[in-house]
């Protein structure tokens, strides 16, 4: 099982650019999340997907959009990239998203530079 | 409302000496507490969590926590550190009746030196 992959590793944007950032999993999962590392800030929570079908918004979703497009999917999109977006993204799954079932597996993240 | 603090940002330890990287919440309800670890340049992994039950939870590397309901704290300890467990520690909270979005602390960085 490869788990949580996701692309592209590294990305340069000018103000502006679009992109999207895409994540899978292989481990038949129901929830996925997008977040976002910035130093002293720990991880916030963009968006996440509790179960296929669904999207919610987490504590900073504000210049993102997310699409689940199937249960091994949940991509990420930057409409327009803000040299706020600069940071680590992170995609993460999990079985359920409550309960003894939340446990989330992390994907090994995709760094975003916006000029 | 939920919240989570690491009181640390660092935390140095020789190798072979115990170590201990706080962490406290704040929930309404009962919480759900998590520790990840992450390497440099990896994405989180799991250690270990406390969903009900003993207040003792042990995990992987051989880390343990003990939830404390009376000074709501989820303390990470491990009896004898590995230079290999140089890495940011992250505690995360949710509030077991509340949303599903958990939160997560600032991360303290763990150095053990030789």
């Known amino acids: 099982n490869a788990g949580v992959t996701q692309t592209p590793k590294f990305q340069v944007l000018k103000t502006g650019q679009s992109m999207t950032l895409q994540c899978a999993q292989d481990m038949n999962h129901n929830s996925m999340y997008w977040y976002r590392q910035d130093p002293g800030m720990g991880l916030r929570l963009i968006y996440y997907s509790a179960s296929e079908g669904t999207t919610d918004k987490g504590e900073v979703p504000n210049g993102y959009n997310v699409s689940r497009l199937n249960k091994r999917e949940f991509s990420l999109r930057l409409e327009s990239a803000a040299p706020s977006q600069t940071s680590v993204y992170f995609c993460?799954?999990?079985?359920?998203?409550?309960?003894?079932?939340?446990?989330?597996?992390f994907g090994p993240g995709t760094r975003l530079l916006v000029l | 409302a939920q919240s989570v603090a690491q009181p640390e940002d660092q935390v140095n330890v020789a190798e072979g000496n115990p170590l201990t990287v706080k962490c406290t919440y704040s929930v309404s309800g009962n919480p759900y507490l998590f520790w990840y670890v992450q390497y440099p340049n990896r994405g989180l992994q799991f250690l270990l969590k406390y969903i009900t039950g003993d207040n003792l939870v042990k995990g992987s590397y051989g880390f343990e926590a003990e939830f404390n309901k009376s000074q709501t704290s989820f303390h990470l300890k491990k009896p004898s550190a590995l230079v290999s467990d140089s890495a940011l520690y992250f505690c995360?909270?949710?509030?077991?009746?509340?949303?599903?979005?958990?939160?997560f602390g600032r991360g303290t960085s763990l150095i053990v030196h030789p």
């Open positions: 995360a909270v949710r509030d077991m009746g509340g949303s599903y979005i958990p939160t």
């Open positions: 993460a799954s999990s079985v359920s998203p409550s309960g003894t079932q939340e446990t989330q597996y």
